[in-house]
C-alpha cells in the first residue's frame, strides 16, 4: 500500500528512502473524552492507536518514508484493528503476529488539570510481551536499513530475548540501530530497574533520541547541564539528541554539538510528538546517513524533525496527529519558532 499523506518535496524524492523497520509494542489507550479530569473522574472514554514504535512507523510513512513494524497482538478485535491501521498509513505489517492466548495491550491515559499525565497499563501479560525470537522475522530486519526500538520490549522474557536477538541481527548485518527509550515507570518494577534495563542495551545504539525529561532520570542529575548529557555519551555513537518540548532539541556529535530551536504552536495534546520527531529523523538518515558528520545537514533536518513534533500537538491522538512533508514545511516557511 502506497503511504498516505502528501508527496515529498522533488529534492527529497531524489533519494529513495531505505527500509525502517520499528519493533516493540502496538497498543490501545484510552483517553478520557473530557479533558483535565482523572482516570476515575472521568465518564467514558475515547480508543486511540498508541505504542511509540508503531507511532514511529507510522510517521514515517506519512513523510513518503518506508516502514514495517514488527510486533505481537492479541488474536482479538483489538488486534486485528492496530494491524489494520498499520496497513492503512502504509506500513509493512509482514512483521506482525497474532497470539490466540494473550489480549493486545491497553492503556488507559489522562492529562490531568495540573498537566501531569496518568497512566494505567493492563498487559498481564498482554501479547506484545510474549514475541518470541524463533517468531522474529529475520529477513525482514535484515532488508533495513535503520532498525527502531525502544525500552517497553526490555521489561519482561521472552519478548526482551527476542528484542536483543533483532538488534543482533540488524547490527551483524551493518544495519543502523536506533533507540528511544520512551521511559513508562509504570511498567517497570521500580526507577532502578528501569534505569538498569534502559542502559543495559545502551551501548549497542548508532544514534539514541531522549527527551530532557529522561536525561533528569537516567542521570539523576539536572538535564540542562552538558556534562549530565555527556556522561549519556560512549565511543562510537554517531549522534545524541535531547529533545527540550518547544524550546527545540540539542544534537551532539563526536565532532559538533549545538540547539535547534522548536516552534511555537497551540497545544492540544503533546501524545506522540517525539514519535512524530523520530519518525522525521529517521526518514531523513534512512536517505542519507551523511548528516551524522555534516552540521549544515543536520540542523536543516532537526528543523524539520522539531516542526514535525510542533504539528503533532496541535491534535488530539498521536497517529492522527502526525504532519505530512507538506504541513511541516509550511509552519517551517511561517518561521515561528
Known amino acids: 500500500m502506497a503511504p498516505l499523506g502528501d508527496a515529498v518535496t522533488p529534492a527529497a524524492a531524489a533519494a529513495a528512502p531505505g527500509l525502517v523497520v520499528s519493533f516493540g509494542e502496538m497498543l490501545i489507550d ?83 488539570s495540573n498537566g501531569e499525565r496518568e497512566f494505567m497499563f493492563y498487559r498481564n501479560p ?47 548485518a551493518g544495519i543502523l540501530c536506533s533507540y528511544d527509550p520512551n521511559v513508562r515507570l509504570p511498567l517497570w518494577p521500580s526507577a532502578q530497574a528501569a534505569r538498569d534495563g534502559i542502559m543495559s542495551i545502551w551501548k549497542e545504539a548508532d544514534f539514541i533520541k531522549v527527551s530532557d525529561e529522561e536525561v533528569a532520570f537516567l542521570t539523576q542529575g539536572d538535564a540542562t547541564d552538558e556534562k549530565n548529557v555527556l556522561s549519556l555519551w560512549f565511543e562510537g555513537l554517531k549522534l545524541l539528541i535531547v529533545t527540550d518540548g518547544e524550546k527545540g532539541c540539542r ?39 551523511s548528516i551524522f558528520c555534516n552540521e549544515a545537514k543536520l540542523r536543516e533536518v532537526l528543523q524539520f524533525s522539531n516542526a514535525c513534533g510542533a504539528i503533532c500537538t496541535t491534535k488530539k491522538g498521536a497517529i492522527p496527529a502526525l504532519p505530512t512533508t507538506a504541513t511541516a514545511l509550511e509552519l517551517i516557511s511561517k518561521g515561528s519558532n
Do not use: W
Not at 46 to 64: E, M
Not at 255 to 274: E, I, L, R
Open 30 to 112: 484510552f483517553v478520557p473524552d473530557v479533558a483535565g479530569v482523572s482516570l476515575a473522574e472521568s465518564g467514558g472514554f475515547v480508543k486511540a492507536p498508541g505504542g511509540a514504535p508503531a507511532n514511529v512507523a507510522c510517521a514515517i510513512s506519512k513523510l513518503g518514508g518506508s516502514s514495517a513494524f514488527i510486533g505481537k497482538f492479541g488474536d482479538d478485535e483489538f488486534g486485528h484493528m492496530l494491524v489494520e491501521i498499520l496497513k492503512q498509513n502504509g506500513v509493512n505489517a509482514e512483521g506482525c503476529l497474532f497470539d490466540q492466548h494473550a489480549r493486545t495491550a491497553l492503556a488507559f491515559v489522562t492529562l490531568k
Open 251 to 289: 544534537y551532539f556529535t563526536k565532532d559538533f554539538k549545538g540547539s535547534v530551536p522548536g516552534y511555537s504552536v497551540n497545544t492540544v495534546d503533546t501524545t506522540g510528538a517525539g514519535d512524530a520527531f523520530v519518525g522525521s529523523l529517521l526518514v531523513s538518515v534512512s536517505k542519507d546517513d
Open 126 to 172: 498482554s501479547a506484545d510481551m510474549l514475541l518470541t525470537e524463533a517468531e522474529l522475522n529475520l529477513d525482514l530486519i535484515r532488508r533495513a536499513r535503520i532498525f527502531h526500538y525502544g525500552s517497553i520490549s526490555l521489561i519482561t522474557e521472552p519478548c526482551r530475548s527476542a528484542h536483543v536477538a533483532a538488534m543482533r541481527a540488524a547490527k551483524s
